[in-house]
């Protein structure tokens, strides 16, 4: 037997002495906060790129399936993730240079799909692989901004594909229930087409840094965003 196989052997003998059975599953909901600094870059046709400073987080179900004969042969264990909520705020840039013209927006999960996708854990290479899509609609504070976008939330699907480490002892601390410790960077590219001529070829780039936290994080824009949609939303 390879020193690899014995290795896995030995981890899926411990998952099962530990927990006493041949599967069982991890079923946690799981806060990922933005990262401090994080920002994205707002580019209107044929005006200059503005900068959003980013805040807030999002909510997701996660639910993976632990089998010992999967760890035993060394095949990563999958599964599933849904989001459930999401609460990002960004902050206000002028929409139309060189007006003062400028707003918060709040990105907020699409109520009739907010999202989802699936999970992949791999203890062999002590990967976790997260493949899903987060449904946001962004939508701004100012209600003389919010008519120039045309009066509804902007559809902005946010495609996530990462991957990030994660070892044995991390997924045992989360069977036993602690959390799931993540911290990862979606790249974004996104290009909105619409009727709406402000908005047809808006650009959105950057990076989106998430790590694992025990609450969506409080702050001044989050807190207008989450006033601004209790009043906003049915």
Do not use: W
């Not at 701004?140 to 902005?156: A, K, M, Q, T, Y």
């Not at 989106?208 to 006033?227: K, Q, R, W």
Request: hydrophobic share 45%.
């Amino acid at each position: 037997m390879s020193s690899q196989l014995l290795r896995l052997f030995h981890l899926g003998l411990l998952v099962a002495f530990a927990f006493g059975a041949v599967a069982c599953s991890i079923q946690q909901e799981v806060v990922l906060a933005v990262e401090e600094g994080a920002s994205i870059e707002v580019t209107i046709p044929n005006l200059e790129p503005q900068t959003s400073n980013l805040s807030g987080g999002l909510k997701s179900q996660l639910d993976i399936d632990i089998s010992f004969l999967r760890i035993l042969f060394g095949l990563p264990l999958n599964g599933t993730i849904d989001v459930t909520e999401i609460l990002i705020a960004g902050s206000g840039f002028p929409v139309i240079p060189p007006f003062p013209l400028q707003s918060t927006l709040c990105q907020y999960a699409d109520p009739a799909d907010p999202g989802g996708g699936s999970v992949s854990v791999s203890l062999a290479s002590r990967q976790l692989g997260i493949q899903t899509t987060a449904n946001a609609l962004i939508v701004p504070v100012d209600p003389i901004v919010l008519s120039l976008f045309g009066g509804e939330p902007i559809p902005f699907p946010v495609a996530i594909d990462v991957t990030a480490p994660i070892t044995l002892l991390d997924l045992l601390g989360v069977i036993g229930g602690g959390d799931l410790p993540l911290s990862l960077v979606q790249e974004l590219d996104f290009v909105f087409e619409s009727e709406n001529p402000l908005l047809d070829g808006l650009t959105i780039t950057g990076e989106l840094p998430l790590s694992t936290a025990e609450a969506i994080p409080d702050g001044p824009l989050v807190s207008e965003c989450e006033t601004f949609l209790d009043g906003f939303l049915p």
